[in-house]
């Protein structure tokens, strides 16, 4: 029975804690596939189409217990009522928001960092993280945006 499960995942799950189901590992792989941000309902409907039938609120139970365990980071998007999740393996990201279709692209680059020193130099803090997102149209959305 365990013999399709994948081996890397199991135990990147049971490292961080978490009890392994079928259930976890086909959201927590179809997580990893992504290279940009995804909702509870994208993951459904992607599982949907590989004949991984499981209902939204499990999918949505399992991100909540990934985020918990720190497999998943949540997302939140202004004037957005449903959350992102993206593999916290992807390491520090920022993003790119369109507020036309909700796409939101992951920037790898940096620019904060040292702008965080040098604000922690000057104030005495220590800065432990930050988040950047930037709002905006993507190319598709700004083309109809100029049509009308
Ligand atoms: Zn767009
Ligand atoms: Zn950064």
Do not use: W
């Amino acid at each position: 029975m365990a013999s399709g499960l994948n081996k890397k995942n199991r135990s990147e799950l049971a490292k961080a804690g978490l009890r392994q189901t079928i259930q976890r590992e086909q959201v927590f792989d179809n997580l990893k596939e992504r290279s940009t941000p995804v909702t509870v309902g994208d993951i459904h409907k992607e599982l949907f189409g590989k004949q991984i039938h499981m209902d939204l609120s499990t999918v949505y139970r399992v991100l909540e217990a990934l985020e918990k365990h720190g497999l998943a980071r949540r997302i939140v998007i202004e004037n957005e009522n449903s959350a992102y999740y993206e593999y916290t393996g992807c390491g520090h990201r920022h993003y790119l928001v369109c507020l036309g279709c909700k796409k939101i692209v992951s920037i790898e680059k940096c620019p904060v960092k040292a702008y965080e020193k040098d604000l922690s130099k000057k104030t005495d803090f220590i800065i432990e993280g930050h988040s950047l997102m930037l709002y905006g149209y993507c190319p598709e959305c700004s083309r109809k945006l100029r049509k009308t």
